[in-house]
Nanobody, 127 residues
Framework: QVQLVESGGGLVQAGGSLRLSCAAS????????TGWFRQAPGKEREFVAA???????GYADSVKGRFTISRDNAKNTVYLQMNCLKPEDTAVYYC?????????????????????WGKGTLVTVSS
């Protein structure tokens, strides 16, 4: 079992940057497919980015070219670098991990059946 703790959220102006961190404990994060989802008020939780066992990455079309997911195996941490932020990026961002199903790339990753989730960190982008 793995525990996930997100950090790095906050208030930023449009066009600014933030880096979110997802610190894992209990298991080695490199053996999990790990990703970020977000949920805005009144909306469903949606896929943002993910990284597979081999390091392959994928992004939602809405963030491609602006967000970068990465993993530091030594720190057992996954990051989400967010640049050129827009007001529509405002949401609670959740880290998720799945030890059974690898992420093999693409612009989506089903949130259903992902067993491990953090509690989220709030990102607010002002216009």
């Amino acid at each position: 079992q793995v525990q996930l703790v997100e950090s790095g959220g906050g208030l930023v102006q449009a066009g600014g940057s933030l880096r979110l961190s997802c610190a894992a404990s209990g298991r080695t994060i490199s053996s999990y497919a790990t990703g970020w989802f977000r949920q805005a008020p009144g909306k469903e939780r949606e896929f943002v980015a993910a990284i597979g066992w081999s390091g392959i990455t994928g992004y939602a079309d809405s963030v491609k070219g602006r967000f970068t997911i990465s993993r530091d195996n030594a720190k057992n941490t996954v990051y989400l670098q967010m640049n050129c932020l827009k007001p529509e990026d405002t949401a609670v961002y959740y880290c998720a991990a799945d030890p059974s199903r690898n992420f093999v790339g693409g612009s989506t990753w089903s949130k259903y059946a992902i067993p491990y989730w953090g509690k989220g960190t709030l990102v607010t982008v002002s216009s």
